[in-house]
Nanobody, 129 residues
Framework: QVKLVEPGGGLVQAGGSLRLSCAAPEFTGPFEQFAMGWFRQAPGKEREVVAA????????RYTDSVKGRFTISRDDPKNTVYLQMDSLKTDDTAVYYCAKDRQRRRSFVPTEIGAFNYWGQGTQVIVSS
């Protein structure tokens, strides 16, 4: 069992920044061999991928609406993935979830919900105008 912990949410003014963290402190497996992703779900909307990083860290994918504003990164020795969010907009308001790929060393960056089998509890991000 892997428990993903997501500190970092909160209330931010539009144009501001916030960094989300996703940690698996009790995970004893090869964290560095799993792709990781960030998803979000706004009220009344479907959960969507925000960003994802390949297991090897040399490839990332972002949804168009956050390109140039959000950055996903990973610190494998700490079993941690980050989402740096800059130039926040009101429509970034959502519950954000981190997730771990179900497969080791996937050859591409996964973005489909079904590719991920461990999920964080979610953290609320509210961007005010």
């Amino acid at each position: 069992q892997v428990k993903l912990v997501e500190p970092g949410g909160g209330l931010v003014q539009a144009g501001g920044s916030l960094r989300l963290s996703c940690a698996a402190p009790e995970f004893t497996g090869p964290f560095e061999q799993f792709a990781m992703g960030w998803f979000r779900q706004a009220p009344g909307k479907e959960r969507e991928v925000v960003a994802a990083t390949k297991w090897s860290g040399d490839a990332t994918r972002y949804t168009d609406s956050v390109k140039g504003r959000f950055t996903i990164s990973r610190d494998d020795p700490k079993n941690t993935v980050y989402l740096q969010m800059d130039s926040l907009k009101t429509d970034d308001t959502a519950v954000y979830y981190c997730a771990k790929d179900r497969q080791r060393r996937r050859s591409f960056v996964p973005t489909e919900i079904g590719a991920f089998n461990y999920w964080g509890q979610g953290t609320q991000v509210i961007v005010s105008s």
